[in-house]
């Protein structure tokens, strides 16, 4: 299962966020973007509730984020 995680850092901590996040277990890839999030983390797992595991205990965990949004991904 994969999930896209959209990130909205506190000022100025944007950087800081997805360098933590890039050593994260369960997150396999980080970008900062443009727009109205500040940084797209990309978290696999086996299942929903692992994926749900992860953000909720680790991402949600670093410091410097405001918000986050999580997209799961489905079969087409």
């Known amino acids: ?3 896209y995680v959209l990130i909205e850092a506190t000022i100025g901590k944007a950087r800081d966020v997805a360098k933590a996040l890039k ?3 369960g997150v396999q890839e980080c970008y ?6 500040d940084i797209v983390a990309i978290v696999e797992g ?3 509730n692992t994926v ?3 953000v909720a205990e680790r991402v949600h965990n670093v ?3 405001a918000r986050t949004v999580t997209c799961l ?4």
């Open 63 to 65: 410091p410097g984020i």
């Open 52 to 54: 749900g595991k992860t």
């Open 23 to 25: 050593g994260t277990p």
């Open 46 to 48: 086996k299942d929903a």
């Open 32 to 37: 900062l973007v443009t727009g109205p999030y």
């Open 73 to 76: 991904a489905l079969g087409i």
């Open 1 to 3: 299962m994969r999930a």
